[in-house]
């Protein structure tokens, strides 16, 4: 059988604080046979769009009994993507594919559980590893679901010009509320005002006292908070939380690289203004796809939602642009491009 | 119109740290009539029990915009009680009530919203200060509504052996759910699992590492863990949560005296164990109290339940007994009896 090349991006070493790119590499000697062998029922793809999630760091650490577990070293990052069905021994995929798969130009997917096909190619491709994939899901399930919004109330979104946030804060318009987002430039910042429709936004790098800050933006208190930071940034929204107030916890980006967490110190008000916090695994909200991807559609493709994409082109790209997201360099949704078709 | 003597125990000034007798003070020179002027609606009642609940600590400080506002300094303390109507423009209020009265000897109770009527004297009356008061209701919504238990579950109570500790235990045997509990001293140790039933208890004080003690005893994790102390047990809870627990969130007893709470530092487990975390006030929820009340009779006349009381006697003990509870000192709900009729 006929083998071609496949360039992939491994993990070389476990990370330990933020990962660098010298603890990934690019390895352009692997290849691989693009005919399934006779009787698998294993989906072999061509990667074309790879999605760079901020969780992949988990994986990316040796940690014990972890729900995410660590990458095997040598082995390429195993990520979401979007691919095209090269041969197939599944019935249900035969063209457009998305969900799990490899940091690589193919990938033969044996896993089949966290595959899905793809129905509708009237928008772009890539918006699958985005507003149609795990970033879209996460911020439906994680405003309307967990949060369960109210017309009129008082939202406030971090890393909000993000694949996740910038969803979240224009799901809060579309219900009425008055949203407020942070973020860490004035690029940013101007995107979640002019774009997306935020009511405020402020760049968290310029404030020298969060509270404060937030104490400025939600003069009547914040009643839901849709968390994707952590740390100081949460310390600071308790402190200005309204009775009942609901927090979603989607993920804590500033805290991922450090040694030691960053200490929450004002737990109590969870009891003193009776509030909700809730983490979740998008992964459990899955059969809510269909209902979510009805809404959606209409949404996109009436204009009335937008989406930004910070697309990169390369497998040789992809450590800086997965790092990057770190520091806050990506302006929406980081993907990488293996292929275009 | 005849004045009596009302001996008060007052609040002498605000609390910084723990609370000391000395910021208390029994004013023996008060006086009272024991008749309502013409026309009142208010109800007189001679107290008979008063209820030691730690958070009252909370109104002994001048916070701002406290849920819980500060108490007024000389005047006597504010909390839950069982008293005796001496005279009534209330139709409803003529015999025994429980509800927020003053630590005093008489009290003219002007807001009659928080006055409950004793309908079933076939108990001891101290009950209406905790199993049947709330305590009973706090451990009956944080278990059951908020915690959502299901047989087989595993069920951590710290501050097991207190007022409401005690009767989650119970609650959480009668479901069908593996329960330990953790205490500060032998005796309570030995209550928990002689008295109330739990499989199993630990003395907290003589564990040097609170995570690998709740490895020892959930081995399998924990899927719900009832809340009563907060800072370093519960960052050590949180690390040995299961996918999907359950956090009530009632009090942080270990946190009331600090200048600055201890951080959590593993709040991002929230997210990677899918783990939700709700305070709440029992207030919100007094309307659940007659289906309380419909569960609790018969468990409490059938003796399928116990209910341990620290009893001390009269207004001049309150201040130690109140601040004994910050130590552990009390077995059981903490009261005080002012008068037995």
Chains 1, 2 share one sequence.
């Not at 691989?32 to 650490?61: F, H």
């Amino acid at each position: 059988m006929e083998e071609v090349k496949n360039k992939q991006t491994v993990l070389k070493s476990y990370v330990n604080g933020f990962p660098k790119e010298s603890g990934m590499l690019l390895n352009a000697s692997a290849t691989i046979s693009l005919k399934l062998p006779e009787g698998s029922n294993a989906v072999l793809v061509k990667n074309l769009y790879l999605s760079c999630d901020p969780y992949l760091r988990i994986q990316m650490t040796k940690a014990e009994d972890s729900y995410f577990p660590p990458f095997a070293l040598g082995s390429p990052i195993v990520g979401l993507g979007v691919a095209k069905v090269i041969d197939s021994g599944h019935s249900n995929f035969k063209k457009g594919v998305s969900g799990l798969t490899g940091w690589e130009e193919y990938s033969i997917i044996s896993s089949t559980d966290f595959l899905r096909k793809i129905e509708d190619t009237d928008v772009p491709l890539s918006y699958y590893t985005g507003i149609l994939g795990i970033a879209g899901i996460t911020a439906y399930v994680g405003f309307f679901e967990i949060c369960a919004p109210k017309k009129g109330e008082y939202v406030f979104v971090s890393a909000a010009a993000g694949a996740v946030g910038q969803l979240v804060g224009q799901f809060a318009k579309l219900s009425g509320c008055y949203v407020v987002g942070s973020a860490g430039t004035k690029e940013k910042v101007d995107l979640l005002k002019n774009k997306y429709g935020f009511d405020e936004a402020f760049n968290y790098k310029e404030e020298q006292d969060l509270n404060a800050t937030l104490k400025r933006y939600f003069p009547n208190g914040i009643d839901i908070y849709f968390e994707n930071v952590g740390g100081k940034m949460l310390e600071a929204v308790l402190s200005n939380m309204r009775l009942n107030g609901r927090i979603s916890v989607c993920g804590m980006i500033s805290q991922y690289n450090l040694e030691q967490e960053e200490g929450v110190r004002n737990m109590f008000l969870l009891v003193t203004k009776s509030l909700r916090v809730q983490g979740f695994l998008v992964g459990d909200y899955y059969h809510m796809y269909p209902k979510y991807m009805e809404m959606i559609m209409p949404l996109i493709k009436q204009g009335k939602i937008s989406y930004t994409e910070d697309i990169v082109e390369g497998l040789e790209s992809a450590p800086a642009a997965f790092i990057g997201m770190f520091y806050g360099k990506n302006v929406g949704k980081q993907l990488v491009v293996v292929a275009r078709e």
